[in-house]
């Protein structure tokens, strides 16, 4: 389709127009996969839509939705945190040992856990930028760090039956409908997005990892950024073990192996890109959904853990190439994949 | 020490600069003179020590030697910063721009307007994308369909403009350096570029331009200097000499030393 330039812009060294498409192909790119994933599914089992199972998959959703806002921001910046399963455990494993070992209020338990993930933040935050050790060094060192914490302190034991507001929390039910935790996930995710769109806090975000020295040079504090956005993520870290200690009302120092990798997988898939300055909130409470709900499907139909591996791994491979193939000037972008899947309107 | 007549006291002065890398010297005994609302290209061989020297003026390269003087005042760049807190920016074709974020992300970075609720800052996203279309529009000369396409999906031109316009709004804009601002650009963006430069100047911005393009030079130029093997080859009045003259003391093998 042929662009108008108006007067005062040259044609000759123009590139490509952004057609709308383009900027929300990260919330339709999973949402046609979601959308797929429905199809398949209303032949192969129609209890996924039941009311009662898309809770299930909401309460699952939930945590990933908490740790994927500060993951979304952390990658923005163009950094990335692997250390947060071991700060989720080991914030959880401090409350628990508070309310059960020490008879600490269980809501004091709670902000402190949340307290414990700041501070792991900040020690990263600390690594990266005074230390000058890179992202994914740092955080993956303090991961080892915090892990190995929460097994000295936990020392293979297993913590469980908690206070009524801790399980409330993590799988309680509004109106016996809506899942408590997927309201608080909502809620952070919302929050992020204000943050993202409407603060300087995101804006630099995007600033660094667009462009860290462009960043530098207008004066943006670069040290105080990363440190902050380190920070929310350490707290949401620990938000997201209280969380998942509510709502299995037990708890060990092995737990949350996994939110790590889950949790930048859906950010990723939700188009926050791992090169920085380019991010969406939405983006990545659609990934997280896509996810849950692939999950979710899998279980009911019966297939191995196995498979979810397996189906997890496709899923990102599939999406982080797919924007690659949109970011490829010589494809023409969104507007040259249309054009080549014969759909003439952009 | 030769020097062009001028009106005025000059806006800018650098006097003797020298700067060498190891064993190499850059730039050697280098004068250089810029008036107020003045356009001073500077041309020569590759190598010849061009970029070097602006980037003395814009505070990349600490000088080994020489005095810098802005507005009759002994000034001592030492950074980027402190270059730009007296009001000398510099624009290359890459350099500066977030691509990621729109032409007002840009223009606005590090000086973002806010509103404060509670206590907390909220950008005026709004009031910013009218802001930025507002000074593209009426200091730049450009106005683009859509003020919120992320700047990588922008030309070349547009993009140096949206990075003109950043200079223009955050400082004191008294000069702007552009290193090469044509290299990249297709003819119709080259005209854009030369048409704003006029425009600047018109505002009374003092222009520091290099390009190997004689043809552009001449057309905004008010004066050119040739350097040579780090030195000032010559200093020439674009009204008074020709583009052949300018190319003989680029190409000449003596080094005649002319002052205009
Ligand atoms: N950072 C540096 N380290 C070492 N040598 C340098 C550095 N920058 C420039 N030089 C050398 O200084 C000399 C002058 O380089 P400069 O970049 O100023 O030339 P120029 O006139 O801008 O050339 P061109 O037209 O190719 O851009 C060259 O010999 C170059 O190799
Ligand atoms: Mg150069």
Redo the contacts with the bound molecule.
């Keep these: 389709m042929a662009i108008a330039a108006s007067a005062s812009v040259g044609r000759a060294n123009r590139r490509r127009e952004v057609p709308w498409i383009e900027r929300y192909i990260n919330i339709l790119g999973p949402l046609v996969m979601i959308l797929t994933l429905c199809l398949v599914m209303a032949f192969a089992d129609p209890r996924f839509f039941r009311v009662q199972n898309i809770m299930i998959i909401l309460q699952d959703a939930s945590i990933y939705m908490v740790l994927a806002m500060g993951m979304t921001l952390v990658i923005t910046g163009r950094g990335i945190d692997l250390s947060i399963g071991s700060v989720a455990a080991l914030a959880a494993v401090v409350m628990a040992m508070l309310i059960k070992d020490v008879g600490v209020n269980v809501y004091v338990a709670m902000l402190i856990a949340v307290l414990v993930g700041l501070a792991c933040g900040f020690m990263n935050g600390f690594v990266i930028t005074k230390l000058r050790v890179p992202d994914l060094i740092a955080t993956l060192s303090m991961d080892l760090v915090f892990r190995g914490f929460a097994l000295v302190l936990a020392a293979g034991v297993v913590l469980a039956r908690f206070p009524d507001p801790l399980v409330w929390l993590g799988r309680g039910r509004v109106f016996e409908v809506v899942p408590v935790a997927a309201i608080v996930g909502i809620t952070v995710l919302v929050i992020g997005f204000v943050i993202y769109r409407y603060t300087p806090l995101g804006r630099y975000a995007v600033a660094i990892g667009g462009n860290t020295e462009a960043a530098v040079l207008t004066g943006i504090d670069v040290t105080r950024h990363k440190m902050f956005q380190y920070m929310l993520m350490g707290g949401l870290a620990g938000l997201a073990g209280v969380m998942l200690t509510g709502r299995l009302n037990a708890i060990q120092a092995t737990a949350g192996m996994g939110l790590t990798l889950h949790t930048i997988a859906a950010v990723v898939v939700g188009g926050t890109t791992l090169f920085g300055g380019r991010g969406s909130m939405a983006g990545s409470l659609v990934g997280v959904l896509l996810l849950s709900m692939v999950v979710n499907a899998l279980v009911l139909l019966r297939l191995d853990f196995f498979w979810q591996q397996v189906a997890a791994g496709v899923i990102i491979i599939t999406s982080v190439a797919f924007y690659a193939a949109l970011q490829d000037p010589g494809k023409g972008g969104v507007s040259g994949l249309v054009r080549r899947l014969g759909g003439g309107a952009r | 020490m030769d020097q062009p007549p001028l009106s005025v006291e000059p806006l800018l002065t650098m006097t003797g600069i020298a700067?060498h890398?190891?064993g190499?010297?850059?730039?050697q005994d280098v004068d250089l003179t810029l008036g107020r609302g003045e356009v001073v290209a500077?041309v020569?061989?590759?190598?010849?020590?061009?970029?070097?020297?602006i980037?003395v003026l814009t505070g990349v390269?600490v000088p080994d030697e020489g005095v810098i003087t802005l507005e009759g005042r002994q000034v001592s760049i030492t950074s980027k910063r402190a270059s730009q807190a007296l009001g000398i920016e510099a624009v290359y074709q890459d350099l500066g721009l977030v691509d990621t974020l729109d032409a007002a992300g840009n223009v606005f970075l590090g000086h973002e307007l806010k509103r404060y609720i509670l206590g907390i800052p909220f950008l005026r996203n709004a009031r910013m994308a009218e802001e930025a279309a507002r000074v593209l529009k009426e200091n730049v000369g450009i106005e683009l369909e859509d003020i919120t396409v992320p700047t990588h999906n922008l030309s070349g031109g547009q993009r140096q403009a949206v990075a003109i316009a950043r200079a223009i709004y955050n400082t004191d804009l008294k000069i702007l350096v552009m290193?090469?601002p044509t290299a990249a650009l297709g003819p119709e963006e080259t005209r854009n570029t030369l048409k704003l430069m006029r425009r600047l100047k018109d505002q009374g911005i003092s222009l520091i331009v290099?390009s190997?393009n004689l043809d552009h030079v001449f057309a905004v130029a008010d004066r050119v200097m040739v350097?040579r093997g780090?030195r000032v080859a010559a200093t020439l009045d674009c009204k008074s000499s020709t583009k052949q003259d300018v190319l003989a003391h680029i190409i000449a093998a003596t080094d005649g030393n002319v002052a205009a």
């Design positions: 700067k890398f190891g190499v010297m850059a730039v500077i020569g061989d590759n190598g010849a020590g061009k970029s070097t020297l980037k390269h290193d090469e290099i190997h350097m780090g």
